[in-house]
């Protein structure tokens, strides 16, 4: 048992070393699932946890510092004791959302505690040490995945029995109350997803999705690809992306910013320099704190660059200091500012002329609209496809289902991640104001949120289970009344209560009143046998 | 019709463009900053983060708070933007329009003490908030829709 615990341990560590690991989304229940099951046994049952949890996680985002649930540390801890004490998914529900909520308080305390640092990486920039620099990003950022391994596995150790004998003193119809109660949570995520992407003007896609799944039973991932065909389709048409006048963006060129990051005379930094801003955009995330973001995670993926421009401990020293100012944006588009500093940074090496403070002008000035651009593209579109694909096949039992997510996701990601980086170094800021001036950017977001929103409408219909017993008529004689609307709309129930919530949603009931209201309808309509 | 006030230094980013202008149903987000205004290079970049369907305005304080006591305004969503307590204060002097708003993001620096998770203020700043407070307007920190409101002066 003890080399069980120690290997979910190590899962739990594993999830949480994500943000070293390119925000990649491997801490996702749908991955960590099947690994706490393998290691438990039992696989089968790992990857449907993983596949329910993510479902019921779903609209959960980080964006900023808005720190969702911690679905690592629930998540594996509520598939281990739900397997360790033979329960289903509906246990593991149970626990994961409780634990979840305690430990993003535990983080967000780690997340405030870590800028007692901050002093210390100014001091190490003042007399240009990036080493140190370097040495204290990777040991705070250590920090996350050691303490909630920590609390894992003492967690394991202590809770184990006792929730074993818990679980095993709850009564049978609780049990089945909670099953229904839990078919019912996706609801809520579905709703939360629906409030960032529904509007009227893509609602038809919506619908679209929902009734290539409820009537023509497609399978997900065929609904992705046909609505990527229309989201191509709509786009291309002219005049579609419904723009105005746009009068107050007339007339101007950018010509005074249009310098950054070009003609340069000689170069400095060669492919693989800037292939290692890449590598180290990846770390980006390892050392977040409330007081300045993401600036070591910066610092880090660029100081090899400055290693190279920058010879004397002055230059140096200047260098890092600008690099240690607040910085937050999407790690997904990062490696385009990394390399647009890059290239600004070789520039100022060269130019004894050049205005050192334009730097952080633009990367600052590029750090919040980007991540607008990063973030509703990965959160809004393929995560939502990723999760939409690899959750219908979890939920089945099938192990494609946590690699899909993984490919769907991160293959678009790191080769978008990686060509940045160069595009950002070579095109500089041009780049940005060719796609301003051509209005590829509104096509692109237009598009991609008919492609998500279509994957969101199939959701209802593939992904939630929740049918009625009742019958009309005599209690023998009696049709059926499933029978009859599976006729009319096929999974109008979870049509029904995903709008229904979704409307609370909109009137701004908080959301952990929603869930608990899930819960109740869920065990209410289950001893009524209303629901099944 | 303004549907949120928000100071958020980062002005138009993820928060904004991908959680409140959908769950408000923003059609136009202004930004009102006498900095921004002038400078062709953050308006290019905040144009990139504008969300599809979405007005993306870019003006001065002083023309922001024309244009938004002005009738042409009344039939738009609008996400009023501003970076700084100081420019929120200029806006809810002129705007009778703004009663409540929303702390986003201010970054720390000299000077400033941590209030929340991504807020700092200056004595400056609270100063002007607690004139703010007693003018009887509403200032909630939320950095997306879905958090609780938690009150200022709570916080201070």
Redesign the interface.
């Known amino acids: 048992m003890l080399l069980s615990f120690i290997l979910i341990t190590l899962i739990a560590v594993l999830g949480h070393s994500e943000d070293f690991l390119g925000t990649t989304l491997l801490s996702r229940p749908l991955v960590l699932g099947p690994l706490v099951g393998w290691v438990l046994g039992d696989l089968h049952l790992g990857i449907i946890i993983g596949g329910t949890l993510e479902l019921i996680f779903m609209g959960n985002i980080k ?4 720190i969702p649930p911690d679905v690592i540390t629930g998540g594996v801890l509520g598939t281990a004791f739900a397997i360790l004490s033979g329960k289903g998914a509906a246990i593991a529900l149970a626990l994961a959302i409780p634990i979840s909520i305690l430990a993003e308080m535990l983080l ?1 305390a780690l ?2 505690s870590r800028s007692v640092f901050n002093k210390q990486f100014i001091a190490y920039a003042e007399c240009g040490n990036y080493r140190g620099i370097q040495r204290l990003h990777i040991l705070s950022g250590l920090l996350k995945p050691l303490l909630m391994g920590l609390i894992t596995f003492l967690a394991l150790q202590l809770g184990a029995g006792v929730m074993k004998s818990f679980l095993d003193s709850i009564p049978a119809w609780v049990n089945t109350g909670l099953q229904v109660a839990g078919n019912m949570l996706p609801a809520l995520g579905f709703a ?1 997803l629906m ?5 009227k ?1 893509v609602a038809p896609y919506f619908f679209l999705g929902f009734m290539l799944a409820a009537y023509l039973k497609l399978p997900v991932i065929a609904i992705g690809g046909f609505g990527l065909i229309i989201a191509l389709l709509v786009t291309q048409g002219k005049g579609s ?2 723009e ?1 006048e ?1 009068e ?2 007339e007339g ?6 249009g310098a950054h990051g070009l003609d340069r005379p000689a170069s400095k930094l060669n492919r693989r320099d800037i292939r290692r801003l890449f590598t180290r955009s990846l770390a980006l995330e390892a050392n977040f704190n ?4 993401q600036n070591t995670g910066f610092a880090f993926a660029i100081i090899p660059a400055l290693k190279k421009l920058y010879t004397t401990k002055d230059s140096m020293s200047k260098a890092l200091k600008r690099h240690l100012q ?1 910085f ?3 790690p997904y588009g990062s490696t385009l500012i990394l390399g647009i500093t890059a290239a600004m940074e070789e520039q100022n090496s060269l130019d004894p002329d050049f205005d050192s403070e334009s730097i952080n ?2 990367k600052t ?12 593209l990965f ?2 579109t393929f995560k939502v496809i990723a999760a939409g694909v690899g959750t219908s096949l979890a939920i089945k039992g099938n192990i494609l289902g946590a690699i899909l997510f993984l490919l769907i996701f991160n293959v678009p990601h790191l080769l978008l991640r990686y060509n940045l980086t160069f595009t950002g170094y070579k095109a500089g ?1 041009r780049f ?2 060719s ?2 001036k051509s209005h590829v ?3 692109l ?2 598009g991609a ?1 008919i492609l998500g929103l279509m994957v969101v409408g199939a959701m209802p219909a593939t992904l939630i289970s929740i049918r009625t017993p009742l019958s009309i008529g005599g209690r023998d004689s009696g049709v059926g009344l499933q029978g009859i609307l599976d006729q009319i709309v096929p999974s109008i129930i979870p049509l029904g209560l995903t709008f229904l919530v979704y409307y609370f ?2 009137i ?1 009931i ?2 952990t009143y929603l869930l608990l209201g899930l819960l109740v309808l869920g065990f209410v309509g289950s001893i009524s046998h209303v629901f099944a | 019709m303004i549907k949120l006030t928000r100071i958020d230094d ?10 409140w202008t ?2 408000l ?1 923003i059609d136009c987000l202004l930004v009102a900053n006498d900095k921004v205004a002038k ?15 979405v ?5 001065s304080v002083p023309d922001a708070i024309t244009w938004l006591n002005d009738t042409r305004s009344a039939n738009h969503k609008i996400l009023l933007l501003v970076n700084s307590v100081k420019d929120v204060m200029a806006l809810s002097n002129e705007v009778a329009e703004i009663q409540s708003i929303n702390f986003g ?1 201010i ?2 620096k000299e000077g400033a003490v ?1 209030i929340s ?2 807020i ?1 203020v200056t004595e400056e700043d609270t100063a002007i908030i607690r004139e703010l407070l007693k003018k009887g307007i509403e200032l909630e920190v939320r ?6 409101k938690q009150m200022i002066e709570n916080l201070l």
């Open positions: 964006v900023g510092a808005a967000s997340f405030v939360l409030n960032l992407m529904f509007n003007r992306g419904a105005e746009e107050d963006f101007e060129d950018g010509a005074s910013a409330f007081e300045t973001w607040f937050n944006t999407s002008a633009v000035g590029l750090m919040g609209p980007l991540a607008g651009v990063f973030d509703s959160w809004g800021t940005l104001q796609l301003a950017m509104d096509k977001t237009y949120s949603v909109k701004h908080k959301t | 980062r002005l138009v980013h993820g928060q904004v463009a991908f959680t959908p769950a149903g400078d062709d290079f953050q308006k290019m970049a905040l144009g990139l983060a504008k969300p599809s369907g007005k993306l305005l870019i003006k993001g970054r720390g941590s998770k991504a700092s950095q997306v829709p879905t958090d609780n």
